[in-house]
């Protein structure tokens, strides 16, 4: 079973910060990433900027009373993504066939990323980052969809890039507003 | 607190609507209908096909959730009918991602095989709308991660042909993709189990489960799980394709000009008909539309009915529908 980053924040905040240099890079990164996917540069995004260990897991979170103390979700539980590297790669392969009419003509989507807080964790070279997302996706003529979200990464360093070791999708919605999520938060 | 604001309810008048709450093999449905059938009844002979894997080896089947839940833009009818039989969007719709997970039906993608469809499945409809199709030997075929699961039926088959005889064990082995009428979808095989809660004419909200054999190790039902996500889930390869579609039929079928049209649903037809080894009406081929004929002609029946009466007393003649009474009497006796 892969690990699970632990969102715990109280521990996060005795963990050392990333030196503004560093913040620098992991924000630029994040932009290219993104840029990457805005331009459907999918097999650029897995090859260059996923580790071959991937967990990529955007879990189903189920809207709870403040009572409800059940456990959070498991990589073992219920999820929207819980993929390993192949899995991506089919993915992101199948974007490739030129045969897939629901993208054709292609969605337009754009991500905002922000709230960047990246720590260091006990293994050099692995870092701890948190950030929001905001995905506006036009589709069609009229359809307009804003998701809105939570990540929780491990960065890998790679020479003078990351790659992304694990991350944790937090979807605000419980119920979600779109017909898919067939697209990389 | 009441009395001072001069209430004036009487509580007891006010309680919630009951719901009759009915299992089948341990599958729950709620109905608002005091005059319905009961849910047995209801199912009917559909039963016999549903104990297929409610029963299967013994243990029957249950549902893993939480359930993930999506808004749809789209008519409740439009997956409903996707699911009790249109087998024949497969190759085109899924195409790609047929091609990249490969299996079996790898074959389908983009419709350009020439396959011999009469000998690979079949059609079922029943009273009161129920209907699947089925392709044989393919269970397990849209899984990728699939050798445990491969295992896992083969060890149960043995127990099911005892249980059920050979029919169902053929069923048992197969990929079904199912409505229970009004709005609740499964594909057995794929493992996703979906209700398709109507929010007005236009819009569904989707809930999706994974749908396991109780026997299942809890190895097996974890990657079960994940198989049937990255599949049929909110994100699957193959769900997104069908939101796609089921979003712009109900779009396009809002036009003015759309509207004057006729629902065409003739694949198929006429071969089909009463057969010697399953209840209710079969259809030769799992690309036809057998089990749409049955979901809409079905629909149309309680549409028009102003009682379950009116329903009931075509309990013996709902079939008559289906014209060619001998199509596998003559069909079986020639092969």
């Not at chain 1, 905040?13 to 932009?31: D, T």
């Not at chain 2, 759309?258 to 009463?274: A, F, I, K, Y």
């Amino acid at each position: 079973m892969q690990s699970d980053i632990q969102p715990n924040v109280a521990s996060a905040a005795n963990a050392p910060r990333v030196s503004a240099e560093l913040q620098h890079q992991i924000e630029q990164h994040y932009y290219t990433e993104a840029r990457m996917l805005q331009n459907g540069q999918f097999r650029e995004w897995l090859d260059q900027l996923v580790a071959p260990d991937i967990h990529y897991w955007l879990p189903v979170y189920e809207q709870r009373f403040r009572r409800d103390k059940r456990p959070a979700p498991t990589p073992d539980d219920a999820a929207i993504y819980n993929d390993d590297f192949s899995m991506l790669k089919m993915r992101v392969d199948r974007l490739y066939t030129g045969q897939v009419w629901m993208e054709d003509p292609p969605s337009r989507i754009r991500y905002s990323i922000s709230n960047v807080e990246a720590y260091h964790t006990d293994e050099p070279g692995e870092l701890q980052v948190f950030s929001n997302f905001t995905i506006q996706r036009h589709r069609r003529q009229t359809e307009h969809y804003t998701h809105t979200g939570g990540r929780e990464d491990l960065l890998r360093q790679d020479g003078t890039t990351f790659r992304l070791a694990r991350r944790k999708i937090d979807l605000d919605a419980r119920v979600v507003q779109d017909k898919n999520l067939y697209f990389f938060a | 607190m009441e009395q001072r604001c001069h209430a004036q309810v009487d509580k007891k008048e006010c309680g919630l609507p009951q719901v009759r709450v009915e299992s089948y093999r341990g599958f729950l449905y709620g109905c608002f209908d005091a005059d319905a059938p009961s849910l047995e009844e209801y199912l009917g002979e559909f039963g016999w096909f549903l104990d297929t894997w409610m029963i299967g080896a013994g243990n029957g089947a249950e549902l893993l959730g939480p359930p993930s839940k999506s808004i749809l833009d789209c008519n409740w009818k439009v997956p409903a009918e996707n699911f009790v039989g249109d087998a024949y969007h497969v190759g085109w719709t899924h195409a790609a991602a047929l091609e990249v997970m490969g299996g079996e039906l790898a074959e389908l993608a983009g419709n350009r095989a020439d396959m011999p469809f009469d000998d690979l499945g079949k059609q079922f409809t029943t009273r009161h709308g129920h209907g699947f199709g089925v392709i044989h030997n393919a269970a397990t075929s849209i899984h990728t991660d699939r050798a445990a699961y491969d295992q896992f039926m083969a060890d149960q088959l043995p127990k099911v042909t005892k249980n059920l005889g050979q029919e169902r064990a053929n069923l048992f082995n197969g990929h079904w993709n199912c409505t229970l009428f009004p709005n609740n979808s499964f594909l057995y095989g794929t493992n996703t189990f979906k209700v398709w809660h109507p929010r007005g004419p236009h819009q569904i909200e989707v809930w999706t489960w994974t749908l396991v054999h109780k026997d299942m190790d809890p190895e097996l039902r974890k990657k079960i799980q994940k198989g049937a996500a990255f599949s049929f889930g909110t994100a699957g390869t193959l769900l997104a394709d069908d939101g796609e579609n089921m979003m712009t039929c109900t779009y396009s079928n809002r036009g003015a000009l759309t509207r004057r049209g006729t629902l065409q649903s003739t694949m198929g037809m006429n071969h089909e008909g009463p057969h010697p080894d399953y209840p209710g009406i079969v259809g030769a081929s799992f690309i036809g539309e057998t089990s749409y004929r049955g979901f809409y002609r079905f629909y149309k029946e309680i549409l028009k009915a102003e009682k379950w009466d009116a329903v009931r007393a075509k309990d013996d003649s709902w079939d008559s529908t289906f014209e060619n009474r001998d199509f596998w009497v003559n069909n079986l006796n020639t092969a």
